[in-house]
């Protein structure tokens, strides 16, 4: 999967994202994801969903004729036109703590011991993260699962009428894998296209394993928060890799803008986004990190104002990073990967290879984004045994041959790409 994340309160009114699609169309994209669409909690967050069988008004265009859902139907039909798929959050591990479900079906609701509707939390640096806006349901308890089940299914089925072909299924890992089985298995015998991805952050390798064995077509990695160093991402990958393929991103809703984090170092993007796309079958990034951004979505307080043009133009970039990944096929799946000793310290070469189709590739990457670093070796099949001619098939600086000994003095951030086999 190559997923552009446009951010629902940035790109403003459906009537308005035919520009985006072509955009992440041009940047080779092949699907869309959104953050949640559906009517909010007095919160007005995203993540705070109080009708999910209703459009957020803010994303409508009051002056057309066209009824709510026609109008993300229609939205959704200009998506394909430009050869994008489209998939959504699903969001059913909390509803709005404001919203009609808490009185209509109390008991699908986790109590506290005073009989008080929980909120969801999480632990982020040590302390404890309330959303008092959620009203957490309870997938493991409720005295009605049946019902409960019937209605997270009514709302995929819904989502699907109105032309979604895949689900972010958000806090995935806080709902029990059975539940997801069931789900997926019944959604799925109806529409077997259909593709659900697990949202699995800040869960440890055997969480993240767990969660994709309930049949997720994907999970989510954390490759962006890797200092280019330590052992535990690979460690990770190695455990998880089997039971799903997983996505990279160098940035998310979630998270700051890489842009403000690297002080505007534009090789430090395209340096984490050729790491993110090569890394893993899939790779993802939101709206504005293309152009740059800066400012971090909230899921809240964003508004299409935000959109401001700085200077920076990474989208050809984008769309050679993308080519590779669609034009050999080693990087379109979690195969055998490692990370190889180098004698420069500043280098990560990572060599990954194809468990369905033979091929081979490796990455010389500079882990420096501010500074050169030099790369050499005598014979470059000490990191790529066999035969087979190496090509390279960089987004930059693409060498017409290969030479050995290799030396190269490696730009900024400038990562190498060398396949062999058959790609």
């Not at 160093?229 to 890799?241: F, I, S, T």
């Amino acid at each position: 999967m190559i997923l552009y994340d446009l951010f629902p309160l940035l790109a403003g009114p459906f009537a308005q994202w035919k520009r985006h699609f072509t955009r992440a169309a041009g940047m080779k994209f092949e699907w869309i994801f959104l953050n949640p669409i559906q009517r909010t909690g007095s919160s007005g967050s995203l993540y705070s969903i109080a009708d999910y069988f209703a459009i957020n008004p803010a994303l409508l265009d009051p002056a057309s004729p066209a009824a709510p859902d026609e109008q993300v139907r229609q939205m959704i039909r200009d998506a394909r036109a430009a050869g994008l798929r489209v998939m959504i959050d699903l969001v059913i591990n909390h509803c709005a703590a404001d919203s009609a479900l808490t009185r209509e079906h109390p008991e699908w609701f986790v109590r506290e011991s005073d009989g008080r509707i929980v909120n969801p939390s999480c632990q982020h640096n040590g302390e404890t993260v309330v959303w008092r806006d959620l009203a957490q349901f309870d997938h493991r308890h409720t005295r009605d699962p049946e019902g409960l089940y019937r209605y997270c299914l009514r709302v995929v089925e819904h989502l699907v009428s109105l032309g979604f072909e895949g689900f972010r299924c958000d806090a995935a890992y806080q709902i029990p894998s059975a539940f997801w089985g069931r789900l997926l298995r019944d959604a799925q015998a109806r529409q077997p296209h259909l593709c659900f991805v697990a949202e699995t952050l800040g869960c440890s390798a055997a969480e993240t394993r767990e969660t994709a064995r309930a049949g997720f077509d994907y999970v989510f990695n954390s490759s962006k928060w890797w200092n280019f160093h330590d052992a535990w991402l690979m460690e990770g990958h190695n455990q998880v890799r089997e039971a799903a393929p997983s996505i990279s991103f160098p940035e998310s809703h979630d998270t700051a803008r890489l842009a403000e984090e690297m002080h505007g170092n534009v090789d430090a993007l395209k340096q984490r986004y050729l790491f993110s796309a090569l890394f893993s079958s899939g790779v993802m990034i939101p709206a504005g990190f293309e152009y740059g951004f800066r400012k971090p979505l909230h899921v809240i307080h964003t508004t299409p104002s935000d959109w401001t043009v700085n200077g920076v133009d990474l989208c050809p970039y984008i769309a050679r990073v993308n080519t590779i990944k669609k034009e050999h096929p080693v990087f379109a799946e979690d195969g055998p990967t490692h990370f190889v000793p180098c004698h420069n310290p500043n280098i990560l070469l990572m060599r990954k290879q194809s468990a369905r189709h033979g091929g081979d590739a490796l990455l010389i990457l500079n882990k420096d984004p501010w500074h050169h670093q030099e790369f050499y070796s005598d014979h470059l099949r000490h990191f790529l045994p066999g035969g087979v001619p190496l090509r390279d098939v960089s987004p930059e600086y693409p060498l017409e041959q290969v030479h050995e000994p290799f030396h190269y003095a490696l730009r900024p951030g400038q990562g190498i790409v060398l396949v062999a086999g058959r790609n």
